[in-house]
């Protein structure tokens, strides 16, 4: 992909007076699940380490793209490395996805439908497995949604797919319940639907984001498949309801909550932009651009809606970065680029002019972001010791994928603390 670059944005337009002040950018969950001292990482101000002992410890899980396809690895360090070193590295496998809660990573792997708890020694950080945990009796397996971590007893992993939501225990790594529950609705399209990121909820229930997939075959887009979802999880009741909003084709698999208002966002998904182009029942489809407010209780606020295209000339909404204050930064590819035949849908992503703006969602005031320049698209990753994080992708100039974690200095400032060649960061949290 080439890195976007930013210019003039063809509708409303304004210079906003420099905006230097610092801000803890706080999502409603992190993109890759991280922990955060603001999101419930329990080891927040921790005790004295002993002699011999690190004072602090951070965990950062990464893939590689090989021949054989995508090798996952897990590092402790701490300090934040500038860099990552597989050599370093306990390697995961194939199929495998990162966490961590408390002091401990938890890693998955796929094929074997297992959880793995890591312990990472306090003197050596030398990274250590303590217990495993099979799936596999329950029916959960492959490419899975990330746990729900309520407690260091309690967490729940989903696979809403297949209906199943398994209760286990982290601290004696024992499944204490499974739950069968309504699984997605069937929409006629096999695997439209895919869940990914969790947020639990002030009263203990669990909110998941549910991201609508792109449909591989043209041209009609089935009838009902269309609308934002969410899925909301009772542990008391051990019951799911789903939630849909026709005012948008299909959402991400994050939600965006904006720290100063409070108010949660559904985004659209990259994917929404392709309908649009191709698909002909457009007019019997809601907007592909549109941003929702999602309650507590997982609903949607039917009281607002906002059209991005009335503001934008967008072709392809691609990356959310963040929304703070009303203020929402995210990429995208403008009216300059002309869509090809279905089959060349994806040429975009590596032939589109990628430029990124700020859109004050009150008074509709909109200028380029050049923050990320030299990136291709960026992130939020969450807030960590006080520090808040971006996720940016790009490419070296030997045509590499690379992953950096940028630190905030403020909201158009960053510094990149690290960076992966080859492939792309998945996890970064501090464990104490």
């Excluded at 397996?141 to 797919?161: D, R, W």
């Excluded at 203020?327 to 032939?351: A, H, M, Q």
Aim: aromatic content about 12%; some cysteine; glycine content about 8%.
């Amino acid at each position: 992909m080439k890195s976007f670059k930013l210019h003039h944005i063809t509708k409303k337009s304004n210079k906003w007076a420099g905006m230097a002040f610092l801000f803890l950018l706080m999502m409603a969950i992190g993109v890759i699940s991280c922990n955060s001292d603001d999101n419930g990482n329990p080891n927040t101000g921790g005790e004295e380490p002993e002699e011999g002992e690190v004072e602090t410890a951070w965990v950062i899980g990464y893939r590689v793209e090989t021949p054989q396809g995508r090798v996952y690895y897990l590092e402790a360090h701490e300090n934040i490395p500038s860099e990552t070193n597989t050599s370093k590295a306990v390697e995961l496998g194939l199929n495998s996805r990162i966490y961590s809660y408390g002091e401990n990573p938890y890693t998955w792997n796929g094929d074997a439908a297992t959880i793995t708890k890591w312990e990472v020694d306090k003197s050596t950080l030398e990274l250590s497995a303590i217990g495993i945990l099979s799936f596999a009796s329950t029916g959960v397996s492959g490419n899975i949604a990330a746990p729900a971590f309520i407690s260091e007893t309690q967490a729940y992993t989903t696979n809403l797919a297949e209906g199943v939501v398994v209760e286990w225990n982290p601290s004696t790594m024992e499944i204490t319940k499974v739950h069968n529950v309504d699984a997605f609705p069937d929409l006629g399209v096999d695997d439209l639907l895919f869940e990914f990121n969790k947020e639990v909820t002030a009263d203990g229930k669990i909110l998941i984001p549910i991201e609508t997939n792109e449909l591989g075959t043209c041209c009609d887009y089935p009838t009902g498949a269309a609308g934002a979802r969410t899925a909301i999880f009772d542990p008391e009741t051990a019951t799911v309801t789903y939630h849909v909003d026709d005012r948008l084709i299909g959402s991400d698999n994050t939600h965006f909550t904006d720290p100063v208002t409070g108010a949660r966002y559904c985004v659209p998904v990259w994917a929404n932009s392709v309908v649009p182009a191709y698909f002909n029942n457009l007019e019997t489809l809601p907007n592909a651009h549109t941003l929702l407010k999602v309650n507590d209780d997982g609903s949607f606020d039917a009281d607002y809606a906002y059209n991005l295209d009335d503001i934008l000339d967008i072709t392809l909404y691609y990356t959310t970065t963040f929304i703070y204050d009303n203020k929402l930064v995210f990429t995208y590819v403008g009216d300059d680029y002309t869509w090809g035949s279905f089959d060349e849908r994806y040429n975009i992503l590596y032939t589109g002019n990628f430029r990124a703006a700020m859109i004050d969602l009150e008074t509709n005031e909109v200028q380029p972001f050049d923050a990320f320049s030299g990136y291709t698209g960026a992130i939020a990753f969450g807030v960590l010791d006080g520090n808040s994080y971006i996720k940016a992708s790009g490419l070296d100039s030997d045509g590499n994928e690379t992953s950096s974690l940028l630190q905030q200095n403020a909201i158009d400032d960053y510094t990149e603390v690290t960076k992966h060649v080859g492939g792309n960061i998945e996890h970064f949290n501090k464990l104490w």
